[in-house]
């Protein structure tokens, strides 16, 4: 079977994790991803947080599936020279290097252009182009913060108050697959103008659009006064005094309230919960799952509104009722009356799960080096593409052959690695 991005070529000048998560989303796809490294050391990740002694960190492995490495000291005269052979033979070139690098090694779009002018260069930086912070370097946790998901998640109130940052990568991965739909919407405007362009993402705009219901609150509150689904609502309108969307918890967002609600063992286990969703439309199904008939004619509970001052006595309700239920168990009892719920699953319980591995969202690969590991597989199933994932390269895996396809021959390939050019 061809891969759709079968005949792409890829120059992935990219690190860490929101470039590497771009490009390998890429290649499962199809694309040719060629990993250019710094020679020596290569990407950070490959030794950031190892498992087992000199061997490529899970961090790295986990990344850089279905990509070719090649080292090459692009600083150097001879290895500009091979980029620039790369650049002409290519159809995208991705970077997440810190603000200017990629200017400062000499290669300025003016410069890729005058190279190949079908190039699409595509880039992820903290801040935008012309952003007050765009020189400031950016991880994963300053995008939250910069982004409106730091303000907007964790408590409001008692221990632990404050801004919280999500396990979730909403800086890095996240940013990365905006960046690929940049890329894949460029290669589409390419088919149509025979030109490249220039993609960017920032990391604290692909927070921000994350945080879109977020931004609506904020205008509600600013308009109404108060945010009648958030857990202040109506006992501590005062969190609403400075019209600042206020942190709420585990609330939902939308207009449907929910809360993560204890089962059977929560004492001891860190992660026996359920997330329940009081769905509108689902109010007459949770009164007879909950055997509360009453509920549902009693106009204090009819509607969402009316609900909402009882929202933590209809919670305290359901944990009773499941307070000897796993919650498996609970799940199953509820998704018989079609409530939104789930449980909450633990690293250790995804790792292991049957349902994820059959569908190629938790695969095993085979590494040289490592030997076998589990990975996360393509989150985007397809009806004629299975992605196939494959064991991320050793650095330089492919430094003599991709220079071999550019035309180097064996004496000039022995040179560049006697000199370390690569
Ligand atoms: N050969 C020679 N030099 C190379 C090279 C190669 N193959 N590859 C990279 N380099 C050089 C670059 O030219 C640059 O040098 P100068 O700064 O002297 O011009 C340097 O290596 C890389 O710099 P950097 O700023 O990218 O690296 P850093 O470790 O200081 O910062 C990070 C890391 C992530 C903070 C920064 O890259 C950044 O802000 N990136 C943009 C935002 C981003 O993607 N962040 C998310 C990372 S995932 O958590």
Request: aromatic content about 8%.
């Amino acid at each position: 079977m061809t891969k759709p991005l079968a005949g792409i070529r890829i120059i992935d000048f990219t690190h860490v994790q929101a470039g590497p998560a771009c490009t390998q989303l890429l290649a499962w796809f199809g694309a040719d991803v060629i990993k250019v490294e710094r020679p020596g050391a290569g990407d950070v990740t490959r030794s950031q947080l190892r498992d087992i002694p000199d061997v490529d960190a899970l961090y790295f492995t986990m990344l850089n599936s279905n990509k070719r490495s090649i080292t090459l000291d692009t600083k150097k005269p001879d290895g500009k020279a091979v980029l620039e052979k790369l650049i002409k033979g290519s159809d995208v070139l991705v970077e997440n290097f810190g603000p200017g690098a990629l200017d400062r090694m000499g290669f300025t779009w003016e410069r890729i252009q005058e190279l190949n002018p079908k190039m699409i260069v595509a880039s992820v930086k903290g801040f935008s182009d012309g952003h007050h912070y765009e020189d400031l370097k950016v991880y994963e946790n300053v995008a939250q913060c910069a982004g409106g998901a730091a303000s907007t998640t964790g408590w409001w109130k008692g221990e632990g108050a404050g801004p919280m940052i999500s396990a979730a990568a909403l800086g890095d991965t996240n940013t990365g697959m905006h960046l690929a739909i940049g890329i894949l919407t460029a290669i589409i405007g390419r088919q149509q103008t025979g030109k490249g362009q220039k993609v960017a993402c920032s990391m604290q705009d692909a927070v921000l659009n994350l945080c879109r219901v977020k931004m609506r609150d904020q205008q509600r509150l600013e308009k109404v006064g108060y945010l009648e689904e958030y857990p202040q609502y109506p006992h501590e309108m005062e969190a609403f005094a400075d019209k600042v969307t206020p942190r709420g918890g585990n609330a939902g967002g939308g207009g449907q309230p929910g809360w993560i609600l204890k089962c059977k063992g929560w004492e001891t286990d860190p992660n026996a919960y359920i997330y329940f969703t009081v769905q509108g439309h689902a109010w007459e199904p949770i009164c007879d799952a909950l055997g509360k008939p009453e509920w549902k004619t009693d106009p204090a509970y009819t509607t969402a509104k009316a609900r909402q001052p009882h929202i933590d006595e209809i919670f305290a309700t359901i944990e009773d009722f499941i307070k000897d239920k796993t919650k498996f168990e609970a799940v199953d009892i509820f998704r018989k009356y079609d409530i939104p719920c789930a449980p909450v699953l633990s690293m250790y319980e995804l790792l292991r799960d049957e349902s994820l591995r059959k569908s190629g969202s938790i695969v095993e690969v085979d590494h040289p080096a490592r030997g076998k590991y589990w990975t996360i597989g393509s989150p985007i199933k397809f009806s004629d593409l299975k992605p196939e994932v494959t064991a991320s390269p050793l650095l330089g895996q492919h430094t003599d052959e991709i220079l071999a396809e550019l035309g180097y021959d064996g004496d000039k390939i022995a040179t560049f690695h006697a000199v370390g050019v690569v």
